[in-house]
């Protein structure tokens, strides 16, 4: 069906035919969840990528991409077969949190008027969507041009969020850029923030650590956090003069083990950075450059802000898919989304979704070698 797409005046659509035309995807079985249902893996392949995504978590399994000496390489940490993304201790590896990725204090809001009271799963607070996110469920997978969507109905109260959610993800390859797109409606008021939490590691996924990574976030600002429960104190605070400036491209090892009340909080990175630009306009908001490989990851997004997490609770418990344990700080996340508890912050960009109104968010990553 799709590939010939005509014009008002009866021309094709050349850039769209090739676009498609220079992607290929196809689908096999990944594995089988205990109540039987199947969850397929889907192979989208361009001239510069291999992404590898299952429908468990709308999750990102392996992304190969191309280093400076044209060698392909896995930079997505990950499993390679379905039981340990469902049994293991959960990392969130590739996976779209949801319905509100990053942290609700005490899962507690107001909303119209209401009081909502979710599962808590992080302490006394929400994380991603609490206790059975959307990265526990199947979603159902259909083949695009070009790559794969994925479709998940959240019911009404699912995790204590009012309104059943239609949410969407799209993964497809552009060329060296993979594209996420995200999207949402509700039957009722609720709150939504969706993401991705693939770890990137541009040296390799069983590389090691992170550390040595160039790192530029174009962000001027980020959100403190109160303690190491990472709830927004609701400042938004300049980086200028902190370990949190990468302004300009800064190794991620250079100033972490500082001194600083919230590198200590977070035991490392694991803040939310306000990117600049306009929200709802894709713009550039990090780039990775890793030295020993050479790959350049540059991700650009329409949300308003980034959470960058350094890895920092991977403790060498889980062990990825060449059998190599992930140590602390073996990858990082670039989580483009709202700022984490905004439902509790008036200052913060509203999160909540009306009946009739629709979620949309892109996000970009492009890969490129130097
Ligand atoms: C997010 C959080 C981290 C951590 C990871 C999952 O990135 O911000 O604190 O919970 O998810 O381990």
Same mark, same amino acid.
């Given at each position: 069906m799709e590939g010939v797409l005509w014009g008002?005046?009866?021309?094709?659509?050349e850039a769209m035919a090739n676009e498609i035309a220079g992607v290929s995807v196809s689908a096999g079985l990944f594995g089988t969840m205990a109540d039987g249902s199947v969850v397929d893996v889907y192979t989208l392949k361009s001239e510069a990528i291999e992404l590898r995504v299952i429908g468990y978590g709308a999750r990102v399994v392996s992304l190969r991409t191309t280093d400076r000496a044209g060698e392909m390489g896995d930079v997505a940490l990950g499993y390679a077969s379905l039981d340990p993304y469902v049994n293991n201790k959960n990392a969130y590896f590739g996976t779209v949190p949801g319905r509100f990725a990053n942290r609700i204090a005490l899962g507690r809001f107001d909303l119209g008027g209401e009081t909502v009271q979710t599962t808590i799963n992080d302490g006394v607070n929400m994380l991603h969507? %609490?206790?059975? %996110?959307? +990265?526990r469920h199947n979603w159902i997978a259909e083949e695009v041009a070009g790559g794969v969507q994925f479709t998940l109905v959240s019911g +009404? %109260? +699912?995790? %204590?969020?009012p309104g059943i959610l239609t949410a969407r993800v799209t993964y497809t390859l552009e060329g060296d850029t993979v594209r996420i797109a995200y999207s949402a409606t509700t039957d009722k008021l609720t709150v939504v923030n969706l993401t991705n939490h693939t770890y990137f590691n541009l040296a390799g996924e069983a590389s090691g650590t992170i550390l040595d990574e160039e790192l530029l976030l174009e962000a001027d600002a980020y959100t403190p956090v109160a303690s190491a429960g990472a709830i927004p104190t609701g400042e938004i605070v300049t980086v200028e003069g902190t370990p949190f400036d990468f302004r300009k491209p800064t190794v991620i090892g250079a100033r972490i083990e500082e001194k600083n009340e919230q590198l200590t909080f977070g035991r490392g990175y694991d803040h939310n950075f306000v990117v600049r630009g306009a929200a709802g306009t894709l713009r550039q908001a990090a780039e990775v450059f890793a030295p020993k490989s050479g790959r350049v990851l540059t991700v650009a997004t329409t949300e308003p802000a980034v959470q960058f997490y350094s890895g920092n609770f991977l403790d060498g418990t889980l062990v990825g898919k060449s059998g190599v344990a992930y140590m602390q700080r073996s990858g990082f996340c670039l989580e483009t989304q709202a700022y984490p508890d905004a439902p509790n912050?008036?200052?913060?960009?509203s999160t909540e979704l009306k009946p009739g109104e629709v979620y949309e968010s892109v996000t970009t990553w492009r890969f490129t070698a130097r």
């Open positions: 008002a005046s009866g021309f094709m659509l969507g %609490g206790l059975v %996110g959307f +990265d +009404d %109260g +699912d995790q %204590g969020f912050h008036a200052n913060f960009p």
